[in-house]
């Protein structure tokens, strides 16, 4: 690039005449049409050429001003030396001060030479010595102010094209960081897909454990109704072979059939419900309403293992946006946790007690308590970390998971150690009037 | 078979269940009464005819296990068949041992059901023909003398009238009556059927 070499000598020193002049010899090269000289000579022929080519440019216009002048001679009284100013100021212009200067000397000399009296001498009457000086001078300032002018509009140009440059690199610059951010933006979202899916992975893994662990309960919530199912049955055949068939009793026995079927269908869909996996959804809940229906599979476990199961379920509790299956997971599992905290407990009676609260500002709180073996309180913030277990059996994921299902419900999970005998969990649910999509 | 004069009891926490089997137990027959809680059967007065027990094992409150134990120490020798959802096997090694007619897992068939059904009323038609037999033969011990009970022991124990008569200082004559009532009174036929009733009695012999 042509403008680098010349900007480079610039910088290198911005007063110099030697940059003047080869950024302007360049300029000439452009300006006139010039072929361009190649740079590919050495450094001595390189500061030649700088000498030279401003002398050139200097004689070629002064050269074109005094044809001009001699033609134009001849329709002027007195000659018309105007256009040795623009040849002078033309060659401080594209060939920089030395050019002007060696256009003024030339001028000069051929102004004195050819329309001084006495002409086509170097001599100078008296008479004209004045008018010569003026011209002089003249030549002077339109030489000074033409390569003063140039300059200022190099350096201008300098500034310019510099700034351009800076604010291209910037550009890259920040276009990079860009990029930059932008992958490691991506690389987090795909890190973050994958412990969700961990997460969900997990959670499920653990739902599917305490649900094994209530195998039992499961079996017996649908044996019941398929009892009653094949018992009406086979009523309903005894009925009808009776002599005379008892048809009212036989209907009767029908009917139930089909109710404890459906009855049937509907505790398995329940349990089906519990184990699905599935994004999480934001529904308006009734607290109560999924305790409750969680009660028939707890009730029955509690019963095998000789614990009183009390439910205290507030009334006019507040409704909450969350996923059903996820809160009961939670309960569950507190449930679970509290019954197997009993097992061991023979001195005083086991009870579980589940409490729905209207808590403080725009929340309610669920409590499930029980009188088991309770937690030592230094344990108490340990119990929330994943794989922590007391169970033999147990893989210690259920109290973190159903600490971090409350809080993307934007809840809190929390253990209060009793004085007496057991332990209190207690988990809060925002009220559906805040919007939250965790 | 009498069916009309037993009576089924059957205590299952599930509405449903109990229901259906009242339907199924009375289309074959059988009187049957129903209960919620082993506490509601406790507190039923249960007139005094051959009867059982269909007991759900898993029940709120006193579980069906706990029940049979409570009958057996009230001395209630009323016979149980178990129903479950699933029994493991120390739970039915105990049902058992202690004395159930059978342990049905749910859901069960009409044939299972109502043959354990038939086999515990007729155990409990036989322990109550057995506990009536012997409240009769009391009775009769009762209304003997105690000079006539005491002619009975040695009767029993092998002693001929004259033997005994020396031994009470009394006439052969006399304990010949005596032992012609002590016969009578018992209604015994033989000599050999009163040292059976006596037997049953726990009467023991003098020497």
Known sequence: MTNGYWRFDFRESPASAGGSISGAVDAADRGLGHHRHPHTSGPLSQIA?????????????????????????????????????PAVMASAWFGGMCAGLFAVFVSTVLVDYFFVPPFNSFAINATDSTYFAAFVVCTFVASWVSSSKKQSEEILREARDQLEIRVAERTAELERSNAELRRSVREHEIAEQTLRKTQADLAHLSKVMTMGELTCSIAHEVSQPLTAVVTYGHACLEWLSAAPPAVAEARKAAERVIQDGTRAGVVLNRIRALFKKEAPTRDCLDMNEVIRELGVLLRDEAARAGVSLRLELAKDLPRVKGDRVQLQQVVLNLAVNGMD?????????????????????????????????????????????????????????????????????????????LSANGSLFQFTVPTGSRDHDG | MDDADSIVYVVDDDASVRDSMSSLLRSVGLRAEVFGSTEEFLGATRPEIPSCLVLDVRLPGMTGLDLQGELEKAGIGIPIVFVTGHGDIPMVSRAMK?????????????QELLAAIHQALD????????????????SRFERLTSRQREVLHFVVAGLTNKQIAEKLGLSEITIKVHRGHVMQKMRADSLAGLVRMAGKLGVHSHR
């Open chain 1, 49 to 85: 050429w700088s000498m030279v080519r401003p002398c050139g440019i200097a004689l070629s216009f002064v050269a074109m001003a005094l044809v001009a002048t001699l033609l134009l001679q001849r329709f002027f009284p007195y000659p018309f030396l105007f256009l040795f100013f």
């Open chain 1, 341 to 417: 905290a009993m097992r061991g407990t023979a001195d005083r009676p086991r009870e579980l007690l589940i409490r729905t609260a209207a808590g403080g500002s725009a929340e309610i709180l669920i409590q499930v308590k029980d009188s088991g073996a309770g937690l030592r309180a230094e344990i108490a913030p340990e119990i929330f970390k994943p794989f922590f277990t007391t169970k033999p059996q147990g893989i210690g994921m259920g109290l973190s998971i159903s600490r971090s299902i409350v809080e993307s419900h934007r809840g809190r999970l929390w253990v209060t150690p």
């Open chain 2, 98 to 110: 202690a004395g159930a007619v059978e342990f049905l897992t749910k859901p069960f068939q009409k």
């Open chain 2, 123 to 138: 155990r409990d038609r036989a322990r109550r023909e057995q506990e009536a037999k012997l409240s009769a033969l009391r």
